[in-house]
């Protein structure tokens, strides 16, 4: 039996590895941590917790007090830290919350868990760790900036972020390998490109498009639409994380990515295309959508799903033009791949949130209306 500590479980990343493992596995047991910000939802999560192989602690990362508690309960085998302040435009707004939660929560965990599993000092000073624990980090392809028109990222790609987000996230990255470094500390870090799939918070690109097409809503492109992203079904990088937790060497760092780039704008004509195409095959789809005109035969009209709803918008500052994963290396050392063609995972993706509305409204009942406002109010 192998206990985790999993961080940011009530999150959508979080959530979706959270339900793959104990699919997945009958022996263990997972301490969920979440401070259930924003993009927390206990509901999400809710049918997991069962207080035998699923316990839930609200919690902030940044909490010494908590994490040393927690690890003197459990007796963590694995951490896998997925809790962070997580959206690249609210870093723009508050970027002082990014450094709180993204850095000094990691370290937090790193400290708590240095205080709970050194067992000793080796005869050069080195701490002595207990067996097979690993502190896992969940990253970002957006450590590594902005790639031009070719080149993927490497692990060996420099670090270079620009937005305050990835900024922090860098940072956590190298407290991490410092504690690697310096304390010989058992540690990995999974480096990932975008990820879509149930669960994903409408705020972010896909799931805020879909939710603007099932309202009548224009669809809002930044800038001209040519940036570039990498996407990858959330299932293969929960997939990934749990090979690279379990089989990764220690103190590596493994890029993870769907070879799948697409512009913002190809993505969101592909959305368009993919919601008409299921409301025409099956017509009773079309009972989410807010705007009810009727056609000549009396049936709900979706004439109006189409590209007309683009409207671009006035672009995100300092918006990195384009990202792109090299996975050999976790291909080759441990045989993962992107295992979900684009085509079937957003389609996949759309009817999860044609039949999930009540999971939409639960997580935007909160403050979504005032972030939409302020955000493409003065867009
Ligand atoms: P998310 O915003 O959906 O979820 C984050 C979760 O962390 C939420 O449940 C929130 O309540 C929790 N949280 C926030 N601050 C906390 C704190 N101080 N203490 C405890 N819990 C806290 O994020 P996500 O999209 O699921 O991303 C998860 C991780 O994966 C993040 O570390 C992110 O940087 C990384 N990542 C995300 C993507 C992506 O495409 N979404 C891609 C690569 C890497
Ligand atoms: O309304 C929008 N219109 C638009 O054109 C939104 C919300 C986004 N965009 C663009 C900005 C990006 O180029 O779409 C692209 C994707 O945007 P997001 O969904 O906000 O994701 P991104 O900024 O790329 O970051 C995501 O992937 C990497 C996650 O939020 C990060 O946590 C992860 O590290």
Not at 105 to 122: C, F, I, S, Y
Request: proline letters at 4%; aromatic letters at 12%.
């Amino acid at each position: 039996m192998k206990t985790y500590l999993v961080t940011g479980a009530a999150g959508f990343i979080g959530a979706n590895y959270l339900k793959y493992m104990l699919t997945k596995y009958n022996d263990v047991r997972i301490i969920v941590l979440d401070a259930l910000t924003y993009a927390g939802n206990l509901g999400t999560i809710a049918p997991d917790i069962d207080d035998e192989r699923c316990f839930f602690v609200k919690g902030d990362i940044c909490d010494r007090d908590l994490a040393d508690r927690l690890f003197g309960e459990y007796k963590f085998d694995y951490v896998v830290n997925f809790a962070a302040e997580s959206h690249v435009d609210r870093s723009i707004e508050n970027p002082q919350l990014f450094l709180m939660t993204n850095i000094l929560g990691t370290q937090n965990l790193l400290d708590a868990a240095r205080r709970a599993w050194v067992t000793g000092r080796d005869e050069q000073g080195y701490p002595v760790w207990r067996k097979g624990v690993r502190f896992h980090q969940v990253s970002t392809d957006e450590v590594y900036g902005s790639l031009g028109a070719d080149g993927f990222f490497t692990e060996e790609t420099p670090l270079c972020p620009h937005s305050p987000y990835s900024a922090s996230k860098t940072s956590a990255d190298m407290f991490v390998m410092a504690y690697c470094d310096t304390y010989k500390m058992p540690v990995t870090i999974t480096r990932c490109s975008n990820n879509y799939g149930p669960y994903h918070f409408p705020e972010k690109l896909i799931p805020l498009i879909i939710k603007n097409i099932l309202e009548g809503k224009k669809l809002p492109v930044y800038g001209d639409g040519s940036n570039v992203r990498d996407w990858l079904y959330v299932e293969d990088h929960c997939k990934a994380i749990d090979l690279v937790v379990r089989n990764g060497a220690e103190g590596e760092v493994y890029n993870v990515g769907g070879h799948n780039e697409k512009t913002n704008l190809e993505i969101v004509k592909l959305t368009i295309a993919t919601v008409h195409r299921l409301m025409t095959e099956k017509p009773e789809y079309r009972e989410v959508l807010k705007r009810k005109d009727k056609d000549a035969d009396g049936n709900i009209s979706i004439g109006w799903i189409n590209d007309e709803l683009i409207t671009f918008v006035k672009d995100r500052l300092g918006h990195d033009q384009r990202y792109a994963i090299d996975p050999t290396k976790i291909t080759e050392a441990l045989g993962w791949y992107p295992e979900t063609r684009f085509e079937t995972g957003i389609v996949k993706t759309i009817e999860w949130y044609l039949t999930h509305q009540d999971w939409v409204q639960e997580v935007i009942s909160g403050d979504y209306q005032g972030y939409y406002e302020r955000m493409y109010g003065k867009r």
